[in-house]
C-alpha cells in the first residue's frame, strides 16, 4: 500500500512535532485526532495508541512504532490544502516522501503505517503529490502482520 508522508528531509519528523515542525494550524474538523476519526477507530486504532495516548489534548504519541500520513495524494492534498503552508515546508526542508508499507490502518482523513515496514520509493512534489525521484522500487518486506491488511 502506498504511504505519502510530508516530513524533514534530515530529521524524518513531521509537520507536528519536533524541533523542525512547522505547527500549521490545525482545524479538528479537517484534522481530527486518530481517535476521532471513525475509519480509524472502526479498523482498531485505538487498540495500538492506548498506551501512547491518555485521552488529554496535550498527550503526544511519543515513542509510538507507527507514524502518520496518507493513503493518496488526494488525502494529503485535503489535509495540507494551503499552498503557503506548504511553500513554508518546502523552504523549511520539509519533503513529501512517497512509501510502502505492509501494516497499516486507513482513515477518512489519514493513514497511520508501522514504521519498521516503510520502504522508501521516492520523493513527490509537494504540491501535486506526483513523484519526481523515485528510487529503485522495492516492495515492502515480507513478515508476518500483527493484523489482516486490505
Excluded at 490545525?26 to 491518555?54: A, Q, T
Excluded at 497511520?112 to 520509493?121: D, H, I, P, S
Aim: glycine letters at 8%.
Amino acid at each position: 500500500m502506498k504511504f505519502y508522508r510530508l516530513e524533514h528531509k534530515e530529521t524524518k519528523g513531521g509537520v507536528y512535532r519536533g524541533s523542525n515542525s512547522l505547527n500549521p494550524s490545525v482545524d479538528p474538523s479537517r484534522h481530527p485526532l486518530p481517535h476521532n476519526d471513525s475509519k480509524l477507530v472502526r479498523e482498531g486504532i485505538d487498540k495500538i495508541f492506548k498506551k501512547y495516548y491518555d485521552g488529554s489534548e496535550d498527550c503526544y504519541f511519543d515513542g509510538c512504532d507507527y507514524i502518520f500520513g496518507f493513503e493518496s495524494a488526494d488525502q494529503y492534498r485535503s489535509w495540507f490544502y494551503r499552498d503557503e503552508v506548504l511553500t513554508s515546508a518546502k523552504r523549511e526542508g520539509f519533503a513529501l516522501n512517497l512509501y510502502e508499507t505492509e501494516n497499516f490502518f486507513c482513515g477518512n482523513t489519514q493513514m497511520v503505517a508501522e514504521k519498521e515496514t516503510l520502504v522508501l520509493v521516492g520523493e513527490c512534489d509537494i504540491f501535486s503529490g506526483e513523484l519526481i525521484n523515485c528510487l529503485k522500487e522495492k516492495s515492502a518486506p515480507k513478515r508476518s502482520l500483527k493484523r489482516k491488511t486490505k
